[in-house]
């Protein structure tokens, strides 16, 4: 492995955002419920972004499809009058 190996940006963020409430919430929930907590926000730190992208992304294929498939049934019925 090399010297300068370099975690991604978002394994940065994402493991202090997934500590914090972990410590924070032991004394108080107990370190299950803190830990599962802390687990659940450092996935939606390091995952959030990307599933956003994806979510967004296919919402304009599904609007361009049935765009593409209104104008064509549009098509098909203009030329059968």
């Known amino acids: 492995m090399s010297a300068s190996f370099t975690p991604p940006r978002l394994l940065i963020l994402a493991a202090p955002a997934g500590i914090y409430p972990t410590i924070t919430l032991s004394p108080e929930t107990g370190w299950t ?5 802390g687990a659940v926000i450092f996935a939606l730190v390091l995952f959030g ?6 979510a967004a992304h296919a919402s304009r294929v599904r609007a ?3 765009k593409a ?3 064509a049934a549009a098509a098909k019925k203009g ?3």
């Open 49 to 54: 972004p990307n599933l956003i992208r994806s």
């Open 64 to 66: 361009a499809t049935k």
């Open 33 to 37: 419920w803190s830990a599962a907590i």
């Open 79 to 81: 030329g059968k009058k």
């Open 69 to 71: 498939e209104a104008e």
